[in-house]
C-alpha cells in the first residue's frame, strides 16, 4: 500500500487538472472521498472538477464543497481537457456513467483507487484494497503514508465516508477501522453532527417512500430472501426524490428466516434500480449479495451491492427474482 500511494502522489504532483467522476447513484463513500481529493488537490493548486451522472442525495449537503460537484455525465465532458482522471470508489468502467460507447484518451493517465470485490482493475494505476471497508479508509492511509496533514475538513469526510460505507461500523469494520475512526475524531472530525446530518434530517416524504416499500414487502419462504419494489407512479405521488427510499434497506436486514433482501425502484420508466443487503456479514458466513449484482450487470460488496435495468418494473422484478433464486440458499 505504501509503495502505490507513493507512485500515485507522484502523478498527482505531476498532474494540472484532474476529473474526478463519481459513481452511479454516489453514496456517501463516493461523495467523501471525492471532496477529501477536491480539497487537497484544490490546496496543492491543482485544477480539479468532481461530476456525477446522478443528482447526489440532499444529505450530502453538508459536506465541504458538496457544492462544486457537477451534476453531468462523463460522456459530456471534453476529456481533452484534462491529464489525470481519478476514479474513486468505482469498480468497473460501467459504474461512473449511464453511456455505453465511450473512450478515455491514452494520453490521460487514470488511476482507480477503490475496496470492491468486483474491482476489474480498469485503470492505469490501480489501488484495490477489497479487505479495507471503504474507499475514504484507504484515503486516510494514504495520506498518513505521504505525511499529508489531516485537518478538521479532511477529517470530517472521512469519517462520513468509513461511518456510511460501514452501515455505522456495523459491518467491513476491523480493529484498524475503529482506530482511524478514533484518530479522525481526535482531528476534529464531529461525530454528532455527522450522525444528525446523515440520519436525521428527513424530509416526510422520504419516510413515506419507506412506508410504501415496507407495504410492498414479500418473502421466499425456500430461497431464504425477501424484496419489495416502488414504482415510479408511487415516487411521483409521494413527491419524493428517487433515491430517497435508500434508507428502507435497513428493514430488509431485520427479517427473521431470510439470508438477504432487495429493493427494486423504478427512479424513471424502463429504469429500475436494485439495491441488495446481506442479513449477516460474509465473513460471518452471510450470504454474499455482489453475486447477484455482478450477474445483472452491477457491483459492490459482499454485504451491500447494487445494479441498474434498464426494463419496466414488472420484467425487472422478474429477472432479480429469477437471478436471486438462482444464487440462493435452499431450506
Same mark, same amino acid.
Given at each position: 500500500?505504501?509503495?502505490?500511494?507513493?507512485?500515485?502522489?507522484?502523478?498527482?504532483?505531476?498532474?494540472?487538472?484532474?476529473?474526478?467522476?463519481?459513481?452511479?447513484?454516489?453514496?456517501?463513500?463516493?461523495?467523501?472521498?471525492?471532496? +477529501?481529493?477536491?480539497? =487537497?488537490?484544490?490546496?496543492?493548486?491543482?485544477?480539479?472538477? @468532481?461530476?456525477? /451522472?446522478?443528482?447526489?442525495?440532499?444529505?450530502?449537503?453538508?459536506? $465541504?464543497?458538496?457544492?462544486?460537484?457537477?451534476? $453531468? &455525465?462523463?460522456?459530456?465532458?471534453?476529456?481533452?481537457?484534462?491529464?489525470?482522471?481519478?476514479?474513486?470508489?468505482?469498480? /468497473?468502467?460501467?459504474?461512473?456513467?449511464?453511456?455505453?460507447?465511450?473512450?478515455?484518451?491514452?494520453?490521460?493517465?487514470?488511476?482507480?483507487?477503490?475496496?470492491?470485490?468486483?474491482?476489474?482493475?480498469?485503470?492505469?494505476?490501480?489501488? @484495490?484494497?477489497?479487505?479495507?471497508?471503504?474507499?475514504?479508509?484507504?484515503?486516510?492511509?494514504?495520506?498518513?503514508?505521504?505525511?499529508?496533514?489531516?485537518?478538521?475538513?479532511? /477529517? &470530517?469526510?472521512?469519517?462520513?465516508?468509513?461511518?456510511?460505507?460501514?452501515?455505522?461500523?456495523?459491518?467491513?469494520?476491523?480493529?484498524?477501522?475503529?482506530?482511524?475512526?478514533? !484518530?479522525?475524531?481526535?482531528?476534529?472530525?464531529?461525530?454528532?453532527?455527522?450522525?444528525?446530518?446523515?440520519?436525521?434530517?428527513?424530509?416526510?416524504?422520504?419516510?413515506?417512500?419507506?412506508?410504501?416499500?415496507?407495504?410492498?414487502?414479500?418473502? !421466499?419462504?425456500?430461497?431464504?430472501?425477501?424484496?419489495?419494489?416502488?414504482?415510479?407512479?408511487?415516487?411521483?405521488?409521494?413527491?419524493? &426524490?428517487?433515491?430517497?427510499?435508500?434508507?428502507?434497506?435497513?428493514?430488509?436486514?431485520?427479517?427473521?428466516?431470510?439470508?438477504?433482501?432487495?429493493? =427494486?425502484?423504478?427512479?424513471?420508466?424502463?429504469?429500475?434500480?436494485?439495491?441488495?443487503?446481506?442479513?449477516?456479514?460474509?465473513?460471518?458466513?452471510?450470504?454474499?449479495?455482489?453475486?447477484? +449484482?455482478?450477474? =445483472?450487470?452491477?457491483?459492490?460488496?459482499?454485504?451491500? +451491492?447494487?445494479?441498474?435495468?434498464?426494463?419496466?418494473?414488472?420484467? +425487472?422484478?422478474?429477472? @432479480?427474482? $429469477?437471478?436471486?433464486?438462482?444464487?440462493?440458499?435452499?431450506?
Amino acid at each position: 500500500m505504501k509503495k502505490i500511494s507513493r507512485e500515485i502522489f507522484k502523478e498527482f504532483k505531476k498532474a494540472k487538472r484532474v476529473l474526478c467522476p463519481l459513481h452511479l447513484n454516489p453514496d456517501g463513500d463516493s461523495v467523501a472521498s471525492a471532496l +477529501a481529493m477536491y480539497y =487537497l488537490l484544490s490546496r496543492m493548486g491543482k485544477k480539479i472538477r @468532481v461530476t456525477s /451522472s446522478d443528482k447526489l442525495s440532499n444529505k450530502f449537503s453538508f459536506l $465541504k464543497d458538496c457544492q462544486k460537484v457537477e451534476i $453531468k &455525465d462523463f460522456t459530456d465532458l471534453d476529456l481533452t481537457k484534462f491529464d489525470l482522471i481519478l476514479f474513486l470508489d468505482i469498480s /468497473s468502467l460501467n459504474r461512473f456513467t449511464k453511456e455505453n460507447n465511450f473512450n478515455i484518451p491514452e494520453n490521460i493517465i487514470t488511476i482507480n483507487i477503490d475496496h470492491h470485490d468486483t474491482n476489474v482493475r480498469f485503470a492505469n494505476i490501480n489501488a @484495490v484494497f477489497p479487505e479495507i471497508g471503504s474507499t475514504c479508509q484507504i484515503l486516510y492511509e494514504f495520506f498518513k503514508f505521504q505525511g499529508i496533514k489531516i485537518d478538521k475538513n479532511i /477529517s &470530517d469526510l472521512l469519517y462520513c465516508g468509513i461511518y456510511t460505507d460501514t452501515g455505522g461500523l456495523e459491518f467491513a469494520a476491523s480493529v484498524r477501522t475503529h482506530e482511524i475512526m478514533t !484518530d479522525l475524531l481526535r482531528k476534529g472530525a464531529n461525530h454528532n453532527e455527522i450522525v444528525f446530518q446523515l440520519e436525521r434530517k428527513l424530509d416526510i416524504r422520504h419516510i413515506k417512500s419507506w412506508g410504501e416499500i415496507l407495504e410492498n414487502l414479500k418473502i !421466499d419462504v425456500k430461497h431464504r430472501f425477501c424484496w419489495s419494489t416502488i414504482s415510479y407512479d408511487d415516487i411521483l405521488k409521494i413527491g419524493c &426524490d428517487p433515491t430517497d427510499y435508500h434508507g428502507a434497506t435497513e428493514y430488509i436486514k431485520m427479517i427473521k428466516g431470510t439470508d438477504f433482501g432487495f429493493i =427494486l425502484a423504478e427512479q424513471e420508466p424502463n429504469n429500475v434500480r436494485g439495491d441488495l443487503r446481506s442479513r449477516r456479514q460474509p465473513e460471518e458466513e452471510g450470504f454474499d449479495v455482489s453475486q447477484i +449484482a455482478v450477474a =445483472l450487470g452491477g457491483g459492490g460488496h459482499k454485504a451491500a +451491492a447494487g445494479f441498474e435495468l434498464k426494463m419496466d418494473l414488472n420484467n +425487472a422484478e422478474k429477472t @432479480v427474482l $429469477k437471478t436471486a433464486r438462482k444464487f440462493a440458499k435452499k431450506h
